[in-house]
């Protein structure tokens, strides 16, 4: 636990000597690169090698009302630690090479130091075990994020799009205090360890109203539908390698809550594993639907995260199932299911995202129809973004087979082993997973072919090259990783599986998630081996045409013989039909400019789909609570003698307050 503790402080120093040293851009940066790189090396070291001995506690007093600085690394805290001391360090060298040529315009210190301030916190939110440090670090969590958002918050764009993270953030952490205050009422302690089994003491339906609040507060963060709000906007405003960490790792602090709330809430009843599978089912629909249709690259790949975000909800709503009705093996697959595509996420989700920065950074544009032929002008980048795609579409030899496999085969034995009504549950998480799964084929099919193949469709494209060594380099790693953890999926599963255990409350049999692991290490090797194979013989023919004469001809090739960019597919074009199949759900709006006359000077078509979440649920009720606060500007009047009076006047009701509880808390 100490060496966990250094990390914390290196991050921290690292984090403040930027700050202190704003006006030298090039130390700014040395220290807070620096200080995460140390802090990330000495944090993924001490929980690797502390693997065994888990788990590790660390207590002392805080002089906070019901406050104490309560850490412990079990293996759940454990599993979210690794990832997120590997993803982050990884962006943080990709982020130095980033920031020193694209934002050089910009003081470095700054951006350093929420970064650093984001990793901590949110290693502090998974080893936190009190309610009011947890909270802390969840607000320092969003704080420092929000602030790398708006990193470049001189456009409106970025400006509206840190507003409505904050906004739902919050929102999202009122849910989290009322859970915690209704928690600490019920059992006299904010310590998680006096909050075991806590709603089996409470009444059904105050259980249930736990379930509800942790499910709305962390649901936030995680980015379901249709908390999912803030999501799409942020990801696609921060710097790349900030995505990057946000998408493969802050939005699982969410997931992680979720879990760490199903250890204090005993066995569950089985509306809420019916609950949270419909909200992951939504949710996976929803972000891949929009996905498809979204031509910013940055954009795609957040609503990608949305459809993500559910696939685990799917596991852990097939796990929380299993335990309503005491199944055990689709608890097991449920669960490791859900966490193991928590691991991969962050692997192929951080490729991708660094890769859409690689391509922004050096062709300045991140929208795809005006890209094309990058392959070729940036192979190394372009590699790994197919890499990332095929992982991201559960293709093997890619390590997003592994977990949607497991997936599978826990709605399979849902199947099989839920009667009547029950059953259904299973097979519609059976039907969403294979849609979903269909459909995020089709998006990244669109996204890799119409950026990498093809013919540059505009000048930015013809000029593009490889980014720095430092940004190559971390994507080759995250790519490698990919590619490492598809062909032995046991290699997670080792950290994964005793993880699952925590969460479901001891209830995961080994034997189940051996054969399934056994069979999903099998099918990519298998597969590799088939690629192999295919190679040999196209090496062998090549050899034994070697010797004799041949003569190269053009095929018939329907007038393709001089193609320019103007002939190749667009990204509207491509992703129109799939549109039109689910138009209820991805409704929009039609420019059209029809030509006139048998010469038409000018025509045109744009369309533009609409966002019912923001522009029919979000934006009225924004709306209406902005103009219900206008009301109280009165308050706003700029005498700070008065804003003066205001803080005395909380300070002795809060005084008050603590005089007439009459005794000071733990």
Request: with cysteine.
């Amino acid at each position: 636990m100490d060496a966990v503790l250094v990390a914390l402080l290196l991050l921290a120093a690292g984090g403040v000597g930027a700050l202190a040293a704003s006006s030298r851009p090039r130390l700014a940066a040395g220290l807070g690169v620096g200080g995460c790189v140390a802090g990330c090396i000495v944090g993924l070291l001490a929980t690797a090698s502390s693997l065994e001995d888990l788990p590790l506690a660390w207590r002392r007093p805080w002089r906070v009302p019901y406050g104490e600085i309560a850490l412990e690394v079990d293996s759940l805290s454990a599993l979210f630690l690794l990832v997120l001391f590997g993803l982050c360090l990884l962006a943080a060298i990709y982020g130095a090479a980033y920031l020193a040529q694209g934002g050089a315009r910009r003081r470095q210190g700054p951006v350093w130091l929420f970064f650093n301030l984001l990793v901590a916190s949110m290693a502090l939110v998974v080893m936190a075990r009190n309610a009011v440090l947890f909270l802390v670090a969840w607000e320092v969590m969003a704080l420092s994020s929000f602030f790398l958002v708006t990193f470049e918050d001189d456009t409106s764009s970025v400006r509206e799009a840190g507003r409505l993270y904050l906004i739902a953030t919050h929102a999202g952490t009122a849910f989290l205090i009322a859970l915690f205050m209704a928690l600490a009422a019920g059992t006299g302690s904010a310590d998680f360890d006096y909050w075991r089994d806590a709603a089996t003491r409470a009444a059904p339906a105050s259980a249930g109203l736990l379930f509800l609040l942790a499910l709305v507060g962390f649901g936030t963060k995680a980015g379901l539908v249709p908390f999912h709000v803030w999501l799409p906007e942020a990801h696609p405003a921060a710097p790349s390698h900030v995505s990057a960490v946000m998408s493969g790792v802050m939005i699982k602090m969410g997931i992680y809550g979720l879990l760490r709330t199903f250890t204090f809430l005993g066995a569950p009843p089985p509306w809420w594993g019916a609950a949270l599978l419909g909200l992951g089912i939504a949710s996976a629909m929803v972000g891949v639907l929009f996905a498809l249709v979204q031509e910013d690259i940055k954009r795609l790949l957040a609503y990608s995260s949305v459809e993500n975000v559910g696939l685990i909800a799917i596991g852990l709503g097939l796990g929380m199932i299993g335990r309503s009705y005491q199944l055990p093996a689709l608890v097991a697959l449920g669960f490791t299911g859900a966490l193991l595509h928590v691991v991969n996420h962050a692997l192929f989700k951080g490729v991708l995202f660094l890769g859409a920065g690689a391509i922004a950074h050096e062709a300045g544009t991140r929208q795809i129809d005006r890209l094309g032929g990058l392959l070729r002008k940036m192979p190394i980048t372009g590699a790994c973004i197919l890499a990332g795609s095929a992982a991201i579409t559960a293709l093997p030899p890619f390590n997003g087979f592994a977990g949607e496999f497991l997936l599978y085969l826990a709605s399979f034995g849902g199947v099989m082993s839920l009667q009547g009504a029950p059953g259904l549950l299973p097979l519609a998480a059976l039907v969403g997973l294979a849609l979903s799964g269909a459909l995020a084929g089709a998006c990244f099919l669109r996204l890799s072919g119409l950026t990498l193949l093809g013919l540059p469709r505009a000048a930015v494209a013809q000029t593009a090259r490889d980014p720095a060594a430092a940004m190559r380099l971390t994507m080759v790693v995250l790519a490698a990783l990919c590619l490492l953890f598809g062909l032995a999926p046991g290699l997670p599963l080792r950290i994964v599986e005793p993880a699952a255990a925590v969460a479901s409350g001891g209830v995961t049999p080994h034997g189940p998630l051996e054969a399934s692991a056994d069979l999903a290490g099998r099918i990519p090797r298998i597969f590799v081996l088939l690629i192999a194979l295919v190679a040999l013989l196209a090496w062998w023919r090549r050899r034994l045409l070697s010797h004799r004469d041949r003569s190269v001809a053009l095929t018939w090739d329907c007038g393709y013989e001089q193609p320019t960019p103007r002939m190749q597919y667009t990204a509207s074009s491509f992703g129109e039909p799939i549109r039109e199949m689910f138009a209820m759900l991805l409704p929009a709006r039609r420019h059209v400019v029809a030509p006139e006359g048998y010469f038409p000077s000018r025509a045109s078509f744009r369309s533009e789909v609409v966002r019912p979440f923001q522009e029919r649920l979000y934006g009225p009720a924004f709306g209406a609570v902005s103009r219900w606060i206008s009301r109280l500007r009165w308050l706003h009047h700029g005498r700070v003698q008065l804003y003066v009076l205001y803080i005395v006047v909380t300070l002795i009701l809060m005084l008050s307050w603590f005089l007439v509880s009459q005794k000071v808390p733990r």
